[in-house]
Each structure stands twice: as C-alpha cells, then as structure tokens.
C-alpha cells in the first residue's frame, strides 16, 4: 500500500474513532425523573405500556403507551391482564361526569381542559376500568400529580397513547366495531442471550486484533534486526523512506480526541436528520469497505492458495502497486457494503452491519497504537471523562442526554447510527436491539494490544507472566459489570467506559508497578532489545582485535 492510501486510511479510521458512540444500550422501559417527585399515592415510575386492540373479536394492532404516576401498579403478564371493551367519553375530556352509561369499560379520553388526577378520579366513579388519555401529539407525555391536588388515591390505571393511536381507535369504534383492548406492562429478562453474545463479540474482537497487532509488531522487530544484521548503513540510508505503516498516538491526540470528538457529538445532536443519518451511513461504509478488505487479504494471505496472489502486485492508477488478492477481494468488500446501506431497514441487516463494524474495529486496532502507558491512561481517561459528562452531565444543559439522543438518532426516522455493534434482544417481550458503540471496543481495546505487543517482544514465557490475559480479563470483567447496571438501570443506556476504564487501566498500573516495570511501560512502552551488532562483537571476540 502506497503512502498516501496509507494516510487516507488512517484518517478514515481516525473520523470513524471521533464518530464512535461509547456507550451500551437496550432500550428503557422505566424512566426515572427526579422533576415530578414522589408523594404517596402518586409515586409510581413511568413505565412503557403494551396496549393490543381487538377489532370484531381479532387482534389488530398493537400500542404502546406509557403509565401514569398515579394509579395500581400495571400488570406485567399478558394472560393475566384483562381484556376490556372500549367506550368514548362524554364529554370527550372527561372533566365532568359522563352522560354515557359505563360498566366496567376502557374510556377514551382527550387530554386538556383538567388535570390527569382529576380526569381518573372522574372515570373510576362513573364506573371505568381504566382511562386511556389521548395526547395531543406523536409523543407520549408523562402524567403527573399537581402540587395542589390532594385526592390522587386513583384506582383505575391510567395510560397515555400517541394521538394516532386514539384516531385509530375511533375511526373503528365510530363504524360500529366491537373495540376492545388489554393493558399490561411486561419487564425485561434478567439477561437477555443479546447482551452475552454482544460481549462474546466486543471480546473477541479486541483478542483478535491483539493477536495480529502482536504479530505484526514482532515481523516488523524481527525484520529490523536482520537488516540491522546485514548491514547498519544500507538500513539507515533506507530509514528515510521506510514506512511501517503504523500510527502512533501522541499524548497530544489522545487529549484533542475529547475536544474534537464532543464538537462532532454536538453537531450531530443539533443537525440530526434523516440526510445526516444518510452521510454517516457512507462514511461507515468506506470506512467498512477498507476494513473488510484488509482483514480479508490477511486472511487468505496465511493459505498457500492465495500466497501467489497476495505477493504479485499490479500497478493501478491513482493507487499505486497493489496485489491481485486485494483487487479480487475488493469488488466483493464493495457490493457486500452497498447491499448492507441499501437493505438496512431489513430484520437481518444488523449481521452485516455488525461484520463490517468488526471488521473496521480491527482493521483500526492494527494501524492505531498506543506507544506506552503514558499515552494509553491520557487517552483512557480523557475518554473517561468524556463519556459521563455526555451521557449524564449533559442532561444539565441540554434538557437530554446528548450521547443517549444521538446513539438512538432520535429524530432522523432510522434506528440510530451505523457506528454500532448491535444484537436483536430474542427473549425480550419489547424487543429492540443491545447495541455497543466502537469507542468502548477501539479505546480500551488499543491498551490491550499495547499490553500483548510488550509481553511478545519481552519474550514472555506465560501469559500469567505477562500483562495481555490481565489486561483481557479486566475489560472482559469491566463490560460485564456494564451489563449488569444496565439490567440495574431497566436498559437505560449506560456509559460502558465507566466500568471498563477503571478496571483495565486500574489493573496495568497495579500491576506493572508491583513487578517494578511501571516506569518502563510508562514512558518507553518496549523491552529493551540488545542491538544485533553488539550481540555479533560479543559472540564473535576476534571483532575487538
């Protein structure tokens, strides 16, 4: 690969790493909010709530809503919730008593004109089993006691549905359908499959592309040392215009990461759209094809089948030499990435999203590296820090959390970005997806190929004797700790690198500074190797004569 593609490549991977949402999410069904305190009576938590519709005696369609902060506490098995017929109200606010007669059904309200608390109490005492109130909007809106209002004892549940939702029930009940509906509110498993293969993935990716980064680093020392063998002068004379293809990070870039990573973060939360969504999904995948391509010509490159093809090169036009693997894998690496854009929306699309993300993940593991300690804590903390402040912090100013609003892209019609490792939840009555972001794989994942490159090039005998497979079991530790205060937190998205920074970066230092190698690891980041001519004057005595 020719210098400038080098260089293009790497400032694709460095614009991916920026774009990374660093987090870990499942979708919220519970949601907390410290704004509406608590009281007795109107204390529960606004829970989401499945409402499915039965038209003429067949399930129709299905709603979700959400419940109110007053009234029994929903149940949470379909079988058991009851399944009730619906009424309109009259007068359609349900702010005084109904004309209409009701024994024991489901009122369909409008919102407005009184307060949630006084429109429950109105329809429990005309003989209502439950109040479905009708927002004036797409969203849903949580309903609330007023400070003022004393009788909030409701006994009915109360459950807020999207305008569509109430224009969809009347159209049926005003052409004489028999309208009838269930309300139940079911919670998540414990553990879902999605979150243990997810960490499978996000582990194994970074073990992955450890193991090649190691490799790759022991090559390059080997082969230095026998041009260093062969002669000193023919080596230094080529050094001007030896590339070894890698980019080191800087303590520098690690700190600007956090400025220009929050910058883009922002620009994404205020201009997100559909046509945004739609550029990021081009930048995802150029930077998938070029992932792809590389860890697919290293692949076949390790059989002899493909030896030939991989070490013939062809001169290309504005590429420069490149081998005849790399332009038979390309087309392929091309059309598997336009057909993945084009068919995202898809049940299955997440498979090729997740190949390519993995793919780029470690393609971006290989060619960024962090040069020792020093780098690698500037970088893991800044990330740190970046991470809390855009997923709790910002809620301060910007009313949401911004990480949280960009991850899901809210607001752009598509299920977030691209930049996501993500797994259908299957045993999860809500559905939805365990997503990952990059930044929570990239970021920790290049200490740990910094920690197996120094055990390889250390020559370490074990791996209980070098620092890789502590490392590993820190940020495999880090992630599950992850998981379950997102199960804690009812699949509200959780900043991952909060657990996982402490535990890796905790874990090297302790233990590098108990084995006495912390300053070493710290600001050099290699085993000292004896220079091969000094090796040669000492094997050889005749050389000092």
């Known amino acids: 690969m020719e210098l400038k593609s080098t260089v293009l490549y790497c400032y694709l991977c460095a614009f991916t790493v920026v774009l990374c949402s660093s987090m870990v999410f499942a979708g919220d069904i519970v949601h907390q909010d410290d704004i509406a305190p608590k009281r007795p009576g109107c204390d529960n938590n606004f829970v989401l709530v499945k409402v499915p519709v039965w038209i003429d005696g067949?399930?129709?369609?299905?709603?979700?809503?959400?419940?109110?902060?007053?009234?029994?506490?929903?149940?949470?098995?379909?079988?058991?919730?009851?399944?009730?017929?619906?009424?309109?109200?009259?007068?359609?606010?349900?702010?005084?008593?109904?004309?209409?007669?009701?024994?024991?059904?489901?009122?369909?309200?409008?919102?407005?004109?009184?307060?949630?608390?006084?429109?429950?109490?109105i329809?429990?005492?005309?003989?209502?089993?439950?109040?479905?109130?009708?927002?004036?909007?797409?969203?849903?809106?949580?309903?609330?006691?007023?400070?003022?209002?004393?009788?909030?004892?409701?006994?009915?549940?109360?459950?807020?549905?999207?305008?569509?939702?109430?224009?969809?029930?009347?159209?049926?009940?005003?052409?004489?359908?028999?309208?009838?509906?269930?309300?139940?509110?079911?919670?998540?498993?414990?553990?879902?499959?999605?979150?243990?293969?997810?960490?499978?993935?996000?582990?194994?990716?970074i073990l992955c592309a450890s193991y090649w980064s190691a490799w790759s680093a022991r090559e390059a020392a080997t082969e230095q040392d026998k041009l260093l063998k062969d002669g000193l002068d023919e080596y230094l004379s080529n050094d001007s215009n030896h590339s070894t293809g890698f980019v080191d990070i800087t303590t520098t870039s690690a700190f600007f990461f956090v400025v220009i990573a929050s910058c883009f973060l922002i620009m994404l939360y205020k201009f997100m759209s559909y046509w945004f969504i739609e550029i990021l999904v081009v930048v995802f995948c150029l930077g998938g094809v070029e992932?792809?391509?590389?860890?697919?010509?290293?692949?076949?490159s390790c059989f002899r089948w493909f030896e030939h093809a991989a070490k013939s090169f062809v001169k290309v036009p504005l590429l420069g030499a490149v081998s005849y693997l790399t332009l038979a894998v390309s087309p392929f690496c091309i059309v598997f990435a336009v057909l993945w854009a084009v068919y995202r929306g898809v049940s299955f699309a997440w498979i090729g999203q997740d190949i390519l993300g993995i793919a780029l993940i470690i393609s971006v593991l290989q060619i960024v590296r962090v040069p020792n300690l020093k780098v690698g804590t500037v970088l893991l903390s800044c990330a740190f820090l970046y991470d809390i402040f855009w997923v709790f912090v910002s809620k301060w100013w910007f009313h949401k959390s911004v990480m949280i609003v960009v991850a899901r892209g809210?607001?752009?019609?598509?299920?977030?970005?691209?930049?996501?490792l993500k797994i259908p939840r299957m045993f999860d009555p809500w559905g939805g997806y365990s997503i990952i972001g990059f930044g929570d794989i990239i970021i920790p994942g290049l200490v740990v190929a910094f920690s197996l490159r120094f055990d390889w090039l250390s020559n370490k005998k074990t791996l209980k004797a070098g620092y890789f497979i502590w490392a590993m079991l820190a940020y495999g530790f880090g992630l599950l700790v992850t998981y379950?205060?997102?199960?804690?937190?009812?699949?509200?998205?959780?900043?991952?690198?909060?657990?996982?920074?402490p535990f890796t970066l905790g874990t090297l230092i302790t233990l590098a500074n108990t084995r006495g190698d912390l300053k070493h690891l710290w600001s050099i980041g290699e085993p000292y190797r004896p220079c091969p001519h000094l090796q040669l004057q000492h094997d050889d005595p005749t050389i000092y004569h």
Not at 192 to 205: H, N, P, R, Y
Not at 291 to 300: E, F, K, Q, S, Y
Not at 489 to 496: L, T, V
């Open 58 to 121: 067949e399930e129709a369609i299905q709603f979700v809503g959400v419940g109110a902060r007053f009234g029994p506490t929903l149940e949470s098995k379909e079988k058991r919730a009851n399944q009730t017929r619906v009424a309109l109200a009259d007068p359609p606010d349900c702010c005084s008593k109904p004309k209409n007669k009701l024994t024991g059904e489901a009122i369909l309200v409008h919102r407005g004109n009184c307060s949630f608390v006084t429109k429950g109490n």
């Open 123 to 205: 329809a429990e005492a005309a003989g209502a089993s439950a109040l479905l109130i009708i927002n004036n909007q797409r969203e849903l809106f949580k309903m609330v006691c007023e400070k003022n209002e004393t009788d909030v004892n409701v006994g009915i549940p109360v459950v807020m549905l999207p305008q569509d939702a109430g224009a969809s029930l009347k159209e049926n009940m005003r052409n004489n359908s028999y309208v009838s509906i269930q309300i139940y509110s079911p919670k998540r498993p414990v553990v879902d499959v999605a979150e243990v293969f997810l960490w499978i993935m996000a582990v194994g990716t």
């Open 291 to 300: 992932g792809l391509r590389i860890c697919l010509v290293a692949l076949l």
């Open 410 to 420: 809210d607001g752009s019609g598509e299920d977030g970005i691209p930049m996501l």
């Open 484 to 501: 379950v205060a997102l199960s804690l937190m009812d699949g509200h998205g959780q900043p991952a690198l909060l657990y996982i920074v």
